[in-house]
């Protein structure tokens, strides 16, 4: 590895929803700088006008925050390579463009909109390449007097990379190896609008220099890019001094076929997005994994092992240990098929292995939304502790959780009465009468006085389970029935035993 200092960043266009690919890309970059003491740099890549969605750069550090994946620099965290917006930097880019076109590696294109339309329409897939560049309207077709006019007159134009003929370019993937493309199989990109403003490719290229990146880390979506981008590079600032490229395996759907989309997710019903998306001109919002009940950690666990692993079966990483052991080197060239149940698996090992403190705050939180407000901190732990194996997502928590705190409003009596007769309701009066008594509030106690009076009253204590459970839980579900009695103490328990009771009476 170079001497340089570790620079790396994540670029986004804000447009939407960021999409679990993107937090991957994040995740491998601030692993790979927080494991060489470098910088991970957010960088705004928003000069596509057209594109600006609001609140979607907002939304885009608060799905970060939630990940624990904090920028050293960004435009929220400053830095001194700022600004880190490219719309901000607007003045930056003109030059750069102007000096490939002095240096004949560019040339201004003046074609009108409807022009490249006629010409779209006349050729089928036109492209504005070496093959058709001198049926144009150009700076390399018209005189230099004409140019010049043109210029002086503010005459709408862009300006291209002039794409060399039939030339190898190639350069070293960090997770590829050498790859190479035919520079004839590229077109001639805009490299800046007609606006003033740069385009990515352009953008990119000028602010890695001028940020000082070590290495690019990106979406193999931009592989087609790499040839424009190593070219202007090589064109402007040397390629030596050209940060090292990894193009990340694409996360793709379940069975493999494709880049997995955030239709996939509406049509397989998992979520997508790191975190729910409000669109503003649809107003539809689709589901995050945030709010799905994902626990960060298992989040980003289950995607540091997309594409990833570190040469052994483990797969349980807390961040820390994804920073000491992550590798390149073990990054896989294919694609990643999502597997929302092994997602889900994940989650469901992280809210085991959370210290239950860790999660109290966001239980309370859950059970705060449904109206529960929890006052005894202690019996939160207690119940989290025993109810966390049965959650496979944190609002698992509401229903595992809620009738602790509060008596269940919907009582299963339905699953009791069939099977009701006088001699149960003999046994839960007695039942009733020997807790109140009772000295131990403990769960082995109740279960043993329990037992002892079904002996008494030959009747299979099996068959009084489900009544007891129903009466203390509403419900077929919930941990060991003698465990939630000893939480919700005497006075409470005899009396959702009492009022079922009186229900099955009438
Ligand atoms: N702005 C690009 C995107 O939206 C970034 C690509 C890159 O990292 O070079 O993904």
Redesign the pocket.
């Known amino acids: 590895m170079s001497t340089k200092k570790v620079r790396v960043?994540?670029?986004?266009?804000p447009?939407g929803g960021l999409h679990l690919g993107?937090v991957r890309?994040v995740l491998y970059n601030y692993l790979f700088a927080k494991q060489n003491n470098g910088d991970f740099i957010v960088r705004i890549?928003d000069t596509d006008q057209t594109r600006f969605v609001a609140g979607a750069e907002e939304y885009i550090f608060k799905c970060l925050e939630w990940c624990g994946l904090t920028p050293d620099e960004s435009p929220l965290h400053g830095g001194s390579y700022g600004p880190y917006r490219q719309s901000e930097r607007k003045e930056n880019y003109r030059k750069y463009a102007e000096e490939l076109v002095e240096k004949g590696f560019a040339y201004y294109a003046f074609d009108t909109a409807e022009e490249l339309e006629a010409k779209r329409k006349e050729i089928a897939n036109f492209q504005y390449s070496q093959h058709t560049r001198s049926s144009m309207k150009n700076s390399l077709t018209l005189s230099a007097a004409a140019v010049e006019t043109l210029l002086n007159n503010h005459t709408p134009h862009v300006i291209r990379i002039k794409m060399p003929e039939n030339e190898h370019i190639s350069f070293t993937d960090m997770i590829r190896g050498e790859v190479s493309f035919n520079s004839s199989q590229v077109d001639d990109k805009v490299l800046l609008k007609a606006d003033g403003m740069p385009t990515?490719h352009l953008a990119?290229v000028v602010d890695?220099h001028l940020m000082q990146i070590s290495h690019?880390?990106?979406?193999e979506?931009?592989l087609p890019?790499a040839p424009v981008?190593i070219l202007l590079w090589q064109y402007l600032f040397g390629l030596e001094n050209m940060p090292q490229w990894a193009h990340l395996p694409l996360i793709l759907k379940p069975d493999g076929n494709g880049k997995l989309s955030k239709r996939d997710g509406d049509r397989l019903g998992f979520p997508v997005f790191a975190m729910d998306w409000t669109d503003p001109k649809t107003n539809e919002t689709t589901t995050g994994f945030k709010e799905k009940g994902f626990l960060p950690e298992a989040f980003v666990n289950m995607l540091a092992m997309l594409g990833w692993n570190d040469g052994t079966d483990k797969e349980i990483f807390p961040l820390q240990e994804l920073v000491e052991k992550f590798s390149l080197d073990r990054v896989h060239k294919g694609g990643a098929k999502f597997d929302y149940e092994k997602a889900k698996w994940f989650n469901h090992e992280w809210i085991k292995k959370l210290p239950t403190a860790n999660l109290q705050w966001q239980v309370a939180g859950l059970l705060k939304a449904g109206g529960i407000q929890v006052s005894d901190e202690h019996a939160l732990e207690k119940v989290i502790a025993i109810t966390k194996e049965r959650c496979t997502f944190l609002n698992d928590f509401t229903e595992q959780a809620s009738f602790f705190f509060k008596r269940p409003a919907i009582i299963d009596i339905d699953a009791v009465r069939p099977k009701w007769n006088e001699q149960k309701n003999l046994f839960f009066t007695e039942l009733i009468r020997t807790y109140r008594l009772t000295q131990f509030w403990q769960a082995a106690d109740l279960e043993k006085d329990f037992k002892e009076i079904a002996a008494v009253n030959t009747i299979k204590p099996g068959e009084l389970m489900l009544p007891l459970r129903i009466m203390l839980v509403g419900g077929k579900f919930g941990p060991g029935v003698f465990e939630i009695a000893e939480i919700l103490g005497k006075e409470e328990t005899v009396s959702r035993i009492e009022h079922v009771l009186s229900l099955l009476e009438h």
Do not use: K, L, M, N
Request: overall charge negative.
């Open positions: 960043r994540f670029a986004p266009s447009t993107g890309t890549e990515y990119v890695d690019a880390f990106r979406g979506e931009w890019s981008h």
